[in-house]
């Protein structure tokens, strides 16, 4: 190929290229279809950027371009646009085909040229196609003025809302320019190109936070409340439907949603007029105003958050629980408060717990103190040893177990915080008192009642009724029992020395309970039998009354028979006249007699029967004295007058006779009894 042909240049349909004289700076439009052959002092050029530049031949598209093409949904924003001149001057602007001169060009001038459209640009011009933009209800672009548009009132460099609920596809005309998204933007989210904005919707529930930055003027039926507002002015807009489209007068800063707080949690909320900071507690939406109120949020450092045992979230308020039996100090700049378990205490900004900071180790000492803000109020327990010495010099060492309460008097609970180491305090005081309770007494006296003496020492000496306990006035701590664990003797050989005395008098203890014991089985066996004699002698003699009282109505039954036979053998001796009437009489006698017999044999079973019932009375032997006396004398009686007249003398000197030597009773008694029977006799028989 001869070298003029590498220099021919073909440039088709709807392309064009650019071609520079080397000798005076001019470059020439080419239109295709033609073609460009070059002369040594021509070349092929482009625009870049602001300058026009030589392209290498090595390059594949050498310098020729296609023309601007737009389509019915494109427009063309066409930078330097050429000078139209009148049709009476005989120019026209458009290019032709093939070679095209320079001609003016309106230098920083913009037009839009909507679509369809196609043409080569002439050189110093600059054209963007861009898609139009389809807009939905949602959807928004911002339009800026960039020259004044014919009547427009809208100043250079305002800018407009076109709203997708207004048009739904969008070109501007010459003078306005759709405005890119930038990311400073802040807008909700990008449409389907870097134009389209999404409009922000009002959250429900919830509000839009905007900003005035242009002064307006707002009438009725706006999204904003009517009035004049100034630019810098912060609105709050909430309860609202729909969306909301910014202006060049009203920026969106941001979205505020509603702060969900749960029961026993609490928000700060920080008033910007006033500065003061409020405590909004659960449970409840809350929707802060940004224009009037900051959300706060308080930091803890975690040994606080630990000492509080809350959790590490910042967003709420630290919320305290208080476990049963315990209390905790809330303290403010104004204000203190004893809060008492089981509850839940939120703090406001402002508040902090009282920090105490107790003695730990055993015995209890400062060098690493527990620090904690929650006080046990009710079944505390604090464990301590003691060295205590006793008056002969002997060192002991007590592990004691306190229990502690802290009670309320007149209302001021908040004494019980008055002593920042209680513990210290409680150890202290009461190891001085149990060192001086051993000094008084020795070491056998303290060994032997050693709890007996300890316990007096801190809670008092015992009376009726449980004992008084110590109660501290500084804080309201009440000590109200004491357990001694241990009583440890310090120095092996006294330890030695109490150890076998102990033990030697627990044997001589035991063995004392011992003899105790069998002398207690002794004596209780001798009473068992004791009681068994005596109950069998008993028994012996209710046995012996009864057989005699069966023995005596024996005898009164022979002497009424005997008495019978007596009178029948006197009836036979009578005469015959008088024989009917004695029998008679003498059968109504036995009669009586019989009956009378028979009733004091009865009255003798009763009151044997009685006797034997009663255990044997003492009466009964009188009785049978008694009976046996009645005997004698009936039989003296109708004895003693053959005995009378034999011995010749009378009836009274015979049976005092008789009866002076016998055990019978008194003599007197009987001889008169046996006259009685004498004479009774005598008139019987004659």
């Not at 909507?114 to 963007?128: N, V």
């Not at 134009?195 to 529930?205: E, G």
């Not at 009725?220 to 409340?225: D, H, K, R, W």
């Not at 010495?389 to 306190?402: M, N, P, Q, R, W």
């Amino acid at each position: 190929m001869s070298p003029g042909r590498e220099r021919d240049i073909l440039v088709a349909a709807n392309e064009y290229a650019y071609v520079q004289d080397l000798t005076k700076g001019d470059i020439v439009l080419y239109v295709g279809p033609t073609k460009i052959s070059l002369s040594n002092t021509e070349r092929i050029v482009e625009l870049r950027g602001d300058r026009f530049v030589p392209v290498r031949a090595d390059d594949a598209s050498f310098g020729v371009s296609a023309f601007v093409s737009a389509s019915s949904s494109q427009y063309i924003v066409l930078d330097n646009p050429a000078l139209r001149r009148t049709s009476t001057q005989g120019e026209d602007a458009r290019p032709i085909r093939g070679s095209n001169a320079t001609i003016e060009l309106l230098v920083g001038r913009r037009v839009v040229v909507a679509g369809p459209a196609t043409f080569p640009l002439w050189p110093g011009q600059r054209a963007r196609v861009i898609d139009g933009h389809r807009l939905r209800e949602d959807e928004y672009v911002v339009v800026r003025y960039y020259d004044n548009v014919e009547d427009d009132p809208h100043p250079i460099g305002a800018e407009v809302v076109v709203r997708g609920s207004d048009v739904s596809f969008y070109v501007p005309r010459t003078g306005l320019e759709v405005v890119a998204v930038s990311a400073s933007d802040g807008a909700p989210g990008l449409g389907r190109s870097a134009y389209v904005r999404k409009a922000w919707r009002f959250p429900t529930p919830g509000g839009l936070h905007v900003r005035v930055t242009k002064s307006l003027t707002v009438a009725e039926g706006e999204l904003l409340t009517p009035g004049v507002y100034r630019a810098g002015t912060d609105l709050f807009l909430k309860d609202r439907d729909g969306f909301f489209f910014p202006s060049e007068q009203v920026e969106v800063l941001g979205v505020v949603l509603p702060v969900p707080i749960a029961e026993k949690e609490a928000i700060y909320v920080r008033d910007l007029a006033t500065g003061r900071i409020a405590t909004v507690p659960g449970p409840c939406n809350y929707l802060p105003d940004p224009t009037r109120e900051q959300l706060v949020v308080r930091h803890l450092d975690p040994e606080r958050a630990e000492r509080y045992a809350i959790g590490g979230d910042a967003s709420r308020a630290p919320a305290i629980y208080v476990p049963p039996s315990f209390a905790v100090l809330v303290s403010g700049k104004t204000k203190r408060e004893v809060v008492v378990g089981p509850q839940t205490r939120i703090l406001d900004y402002d508040e902090e717990l009282e920090v105490l900071h107790l003695s730990t180790g055993r015995p209890k000492d400062d060098s690493a103190p527990l620090a904690t803000c929650f006080l046990q109020v009710d079944g505390n327990k604090v464990s301590d040893i003691v060295r205590v010495k006793t008056a002969d010099h002997v060192e002991i060492e007590l592990s004691l177990s306190y229990r502690v309460s802290f009670v309320e008097r007149g209302g001021q609970r908040d004494r019980w915080f008055h002593v920042n180491n209680y513990v210290g305090l409680l150890c202290d005081h009461l190891g001085s008192l149990l060192r001086g309770a051993a000094r008084a007494v020795s070491i056998e006296t303290f060994y032997a009642s050693s709890t007996e003496l300890l316990r007096a020492a801190v809670l008092g000496e015992k009376k009726e009724g449980p004992r008084a306990g110590r109660l501290f006035e500084e804080n309201g701590m009440w000590v109200y029992d004491v357990e001694v664990l241990d009583v440890a003797i310090l120095d092996p050989d006294v330890k030695k020395l109490l150890s076998d005395a102990q033990r030697a008098a627990i044997v001589g203890d035991v063995s004392r309970r011992e003899e105790e014991r069998r002398l207690l089985g002794e004596q209780l066996r001798a009473d068992v039998d004791r009681q068994i004699a005596l109950a069998q002698a008993v028994a012996l003699a209710s046995a012996a009354d009864l057989e005699d009282a069966r023995a005596d109505v024996s005898k009164r039954r022979a002497t009424a028979t005997l008495e019978l036979d007596r009178l029948e053998r006197g009836t036979r001796a009578a005469t015959t006249a008088h024989a009917l009437s004695v029998a008679r009489e003498a059968e109504a006698r036995a009669a009586e007699r019989d009956a009378e017999i028979e009733q004091k044999a009865l009255d003798a079973r009763t009151a044997a029967f009685e006797r034997q019932m009663a255990a044997v009375a003492p009466e009964l032997v009188a009785t049978l004295k008694t009976l046996g006396h009645q005997q004698l004398t009936a039989e003296l009686s109708k004895n003693v007058g053959p005995l009378a007249v034999l011995g010749g003398g009378s009836v009274s000197e015979i049976v005092e006779r008789l009866l002076g030597a016998l055990p019978v009773g008194t003599a007197s008694t009987v001889v008169e009894t046996v006259r009685a029977n004498g004479k009774s006799g005598k008139t019987a028989g004659a």
